[in-house]
C-alpha cells in the first residue's frame, strides 16, 4: 500500500449516488454489483424463517430477542464498513437501530449469500474481518450448491458447525431454538 495513500471511510461511501452499493474493507472501496433475483430471494427467505421468529414474533410466541436487517450498512472499524446480505443482533446489545447508518457495533450473526462476484472475498477477506472483529457466528449460503454452512468463533478462528443442504431440517446457532428446513431458503429446484 502506498504510505501517502488517504485510507478510505464511511465519508467516502456517503459520496458516492445513492443507488451505488459498496464497502469499505481495509481502507479501500469496493464497489459491488447489484444483486441476482435469487440472491434477493435467499435473503428473503433467511429474514422469514430466521427473522420471523427471532425478529417479527418478538413477543408473539417467537423466541425473540434480535434485531435481523438485510443489506444494513455496519462500521466495524474506520476503514472497515460492510454492507453483509443479513446480519442480527441481540436486542440487549443494540437497543434501537432504526436510525442508526451504520451501525456501529459489531453484529451477533452474519449471514452472506455468495453470486460469482464475491464468493472469493465473503470467504476469504470478509470471514477473516469478522473473526478479527469477533462477530460470534457466521454463515455462508450458496445458491448454485444449495448449502447453507455455520461457522462460530472459537479463539480467534472459525470453526464450522457443519454443512446443511435440501432435505435437512437442522437447529443451527445462534438460532437453534428453532427447526430451519434448509432447502425452504432457495427457490424452488
Not at 478462528?157 to 430451519?180: H, K, N, Q, T
Amino acid at each position: 500500500m502506498d504510505p501517502a495513500r488517504k485510507l478510505a471511510t464511511y465519508d467516502d461511501l456517503r459520496r458516492l449516488p445513492e443507488d451505488v452499493r459498496a464497502e469499505v474493507v481495509a481502507g479501500e472501496v469496493r464497489v459491488m454489483p447489484s444483486t441476482l433475483p435469487r440472491h434477493s430471494r435467499i435473503a428473503r427467505a433467511i429474514g422469514r424463517f430466521v427473522g420471523g421468529p427471532f425478529d417479527d414474533d418478538d413477543g408473539f410466541d417467537g423466541p425473540g430477542g434480535w434485531w435481523i436487517l438485510p443489506d444494513v450498512d455496519v462500521e466495524l472499524g474506520p476503514h472497515d464498513v460492510v454492507r453483509p446480505d443479513v446480519s442480527g443482533w441481540r436486542r440487549d446489545r443494540l437497543a434501537e437501530p432504526w436510525e442508526e447508518r451504520p451501525i456501529a457495533i459489531v453484529p451477533d450473526w452474519v449471514c452472506e449469500i455468495l453470486s460469482p462476484s464475491n464468493a472469493k472475498h465473503d470467504r476469504l477477506t470478509k470471514a477473516d474481518l469478522y473473526a478479527r472483529v469477533a462477530v460470534p457466528h457466521y454463515w455462508i449460503v450458496d445458491p448454485v450448491e444449495r448449502l447453507l454452512e455455520a461457522f462460530a468463533l472459537r479463539d480467534g478462528g472459525w470453526f464450522r458447525l457443519g454443512a446443511f443442504s435440501d432435505g435437512d431440517v437442522v437447529r443451527v446457532a445462534p438460532f437453534e431454538a428453532i427447526e430451519l428446513d434448509v432447502g425452504r431458503l432457495f427457490p424452488p429446484a
